[in-house]
């Protein structure tokens, strides 16, 4: 892996890969000419509530992270109508994690509240 | 361009093809003589001697079906025109050959461009093959361009641009760019899924132009993509 290139003005928000100097992602670009089929994207499959997950240009789901105990994902707030990340618990915490019914719910608030960032 | 220079087309085709392939190839060409150290001038020079050779000698009509892209064979090609620059600069001249190509100002400084934004390769090879992959995208990218213009929907192409070649900001949200444009989230999806698929339509032809076959395009861009992750 070579020093990042000086032409690059910063990475893709979609794949991570450097930009050009015309701000394009050349990795997006020519990935999209080995794509088979291109299927026109859902309306959103995944929702909690008032959120909305957000899907990529193919119509998958727009994750920005994930970890032993949940995903994450970019959302939109329909209530505030405004982007946020958004975490959402594993149904099954990792084996050896002791919790309650109540405090699961009482940690799904919390980290509802404290991961619902506003995103731009 | 390959089927044009390997059959008896008319020397007028192959001659028509030649000139679009000096506009589109001509950056990474440039860039890799620059690479070898000549100055903004001589390299521009070459690179234009280095076409008039191709032309003049028939150079493209050697190309081997069998041993792979038009990429390869023109930097083949290349680096055996360098090797004997110094002989080949007394008789190919910017102006002293008998084919003349013009060389358009604006072409030759995003050359340059390029070729500055890309110094930081190593590899001269990589550096040609990394600005080959540019051109040809900006060559997909203008034809779709032009072709969206043609049917007055320029400032559509410009709203969902942002779908294929991604960007530092997250494309906006569908139900965003919809109310922005007065359409419904429903049509503006179809557009966003028609123009990936024109786009992958153009890249795929603007490939297979160099290659001979639709398993090359797909080899094609696997290897500019690899080349891509390495760096």
């Known amino acids: 892996m070579g020093k990042p290139l000086a032409s690059a003005v910063g990475v893709c928000s979609m794949c991570g890969k450097p930009l050009n100097a015309k701000g394009d992602c050349l990795a997006c670009l020519l990935r999209t000419g080995l794509e088979k089929t291109i299927v026109e994207p859902k309306p959103a499959v995944l929702a909690f509530g008032d959120f909305e997950v957000e899907q990529h240009a193919d119509g998958s789901c727009w994750e920005l992270g994930h970890g032993a105990i949940g995903v994450t994902y970019l959302a939109v707030d329909k209530m505030l109508r405004r982007r946020v990340a958004l975490k959402v618990i594993a149904r099954r915490l990792p084996y050896g994690t002791r919790m309650s019914l109540s405090s699961s719910s009482l940690v799904l608030r919390r980290m509802l509240l404290t991961a619902i960032t506003r995103w731009n | ?231």
């Open chain 2, 1 to 231: 361009m390959l089927a044009a220079g390997r059959s008896q087309a008319e020397p007028e085709m192959v001659g028509a093809a030649l000139a679009e392939l000096c506009q589109v190839y001509w950056a990474p060409l440039y860039g890799f003589v620059r690479s070898r150290g000549h100055t903004v001038h001589d390299a521009q020079d070459l690179t234009q001697s280095f076409f008039a050779y191709l032309l003049e000698h028939k150079v493209y009509a050697r190309v081997d079906r069998r041993k792979g892209r038009f990429r390869s064979f023109l930097l083949a090609s290349l680096k055996n025109f360098l090797a004997d620059a110094a002989d080949r600069e007394r008789t190919l001249k910017r102006g002293g050959a008998q084919i003349f190509l013009p060389l358009h100002e604006e072409q030759a400084q995003e050359a340059e461009s390029l070729f500055q934004t890309h110094s930081g390769i190593s590899s001269e090879d990589r550096l040609f093959d990394r600005s080959w992959a540019e051109a040809l995208v900006a060559a997909a990218l203008e034809r779709l361009s032009a072709d969206y213009k043609r049917e007055a929907k320029e400032q559509l192409f410009k709203e969902l641009r942002i779908f294929i070649a991604g960007g530092a900001e997250p494309p906006p949200t569908y139900a965003e760019l919809a109310h922005r444009l007065g359409i419904t989230e429903s049509t503006l999806r179809s557009h966003v899924t028609r123009l990936r698929a024109r786009y992958r339509d153009a890249l795929r032809t603007e490939v297979r132009r160099t290659v001979d076959s639709e398993k090359q395009v797909d080899q094609e861009l696997h290897e500019l993509l690899h080349v891509l992750t390495e760096m």
